[in-house]
């Protein structure tokens, strides 16, 4: 009995030795390999340690944020002459922000950009102001915005960054993506001189835009076109109100106009595809002249047709809205208007991006091995929960305000619209409140389901007076369901959890929106 006893003890010690002999070998030689594998890449990658495809707003700013940490850094845009964009012209003071904390403030300098200190409201006749708040904002940066041409601020961008001496911005148009084995090694691109070429390093960063071909191999999110921004430039003309952006509740949906230069204004409306009169044969001219132009405030009519009238060159940009999943490769990220979309109506993307930038930078700092995609796809996974309370706010904020703004024959759309402009023009805590979340001074996603909820009790309250009869109690849950609706497909989209966590806000306001 004993001896067989020992048999069995000795055995079974045995074959516990030689397992964990042959583990740490296998596990030894794993590691070996993973080094080697290290080596041969580090080798390989003698150049940069990023590539960035695109050098708009997103593709420079980054430049220069991993430059500062001593990347090597290679940008590889499409088109190195100013661009000519009527989106991304207004930069919200939570935008300045997140700007100054990468050291880029001075872009808006030398661009003859204007200052915004709030919105100037109008509908039906009635006008408005909504300033964003000046006192106890708890926001730590000068609360007023800038409106500027987008073409200069992205050159100055891009000067910033090609200052640098590790920086290298090259014009070049990227074919695809190199991938091995899952993982995204570099890019092929055709240069300036006509050449195919390939560039490669451990870790690549699509960041050219709405229009971007690269992402369908990437993400599996898809955009939606929303609506279509129309927009023109009245030139030599100045507004009475040049500090204010001002929003015309019109139908079919808004119209604005707003001071971005010393000496122009943008002037633009939204359409729907329903109904899209045509450039090229004068249509739209006609449109402006006789459908839309009357909706606009008497002051400001003569400036919104003055583009017109002298044959300003009209563009139009679809509004999408895309939810950001991260990329099913690794070695890549996927930033800006390539990664997430929201309606342009609080013009926050911009800032949603600058954001980003930042978080990504300071999650990318303590790693010295760019090539260890395990590393890097944890950092993502951080960064995709961190970003949360500003991405979250300005997606749901942007693409309800969007909805908000659409003129109905619907009486429970039209008291939530009546009901957003009354909200708005209330003054006191309801005004600033809604002007910090427009403003990303505050980005908080519980701020903005409170704002949400408050509007709807008092367009209720609207629709319920003078007496409360059925039809107009029959309307008032319709209103109800027209605010969840606002609000229930971003919960799904951003995740309930993340964005309604107190904590993920707490945090991203200690580590992003502290004093510069």
Sequence with gaps: MYKAFMEVFLGTLLAFVLTWTTYHVINRRKKATKLADVAVEEIRYGGPDVIIVGAGVGGSALAYALAKDGRRVHVIERDMREPERMMGEFMQPGGRLLLSKLDLQDCLEGIDAQKATGLTLYKDGKEAAAPFPVEDNNFPYEPSARMFYNGRFVQRLRQKASSLPNV???????????????????VTYKNSLGEEATAFAPLTVVCDGCYSNLRRSLNDNNAEVISYTVGYVSKNCRLEEPEKLHLIMAKPSFAMLYQISSTDVRCGFELFSNYFPSIAN???????????????????????????????????TPAKR??????????????????????????SGMMVLLSDILILRRLLQPLRNLGDVNKVSEVMKSFYVIRKPMSATANTLGNAFSQVLIASTDQAKEA???????????????????????GGMNPRPLSLI????????SSIGQLL???????????????????????IPHLKAEGVSKMLSPTNAAGYHRSYMDAV
């Design 282 to 316: 004068g249509e739209m001219a006609s449109f402006v002249k006789n459908d839309i132009a009357p909706q606009v405030p008497s002051k400001l009519r003569k400036i919104f047709l003055k583009g017109i009238e002298e044959g300003a060159n009209i563009k139009v």
């Design 168 to 186: 290298r911005i090259e014009e070049g148009t990227v074919r695809s993506l190199i991938e091995e084995k899952g993982v995204i090694k570099g």
């Design 322 to 347: 895309m939810s950001a999943t991260l990329s099913r490769k690794k070695g890549v990220i996927v930033l800006g208007d390539a990664f997430n979309m929201r309606h342009p109506a609080i013009a």
């Design 416 to 438: 939530m619209r009546q009901g957003c402009y009354d909200y708005l023009s209330s003054g006191g805590l309801r005004t600033s409140g809604m002007m910090a979340l427009f």
């Design 465 to 487: 007076s003078p007496f409360p009869s059925p039809l107009r109690i029959w309307y008032s849950l319709r209103l109800c369901g027209v605010s969840l609706k606002l609000l």
């Design 450 to 457: 409170y704002h949400l909820f408050a509007i709807t009790l």
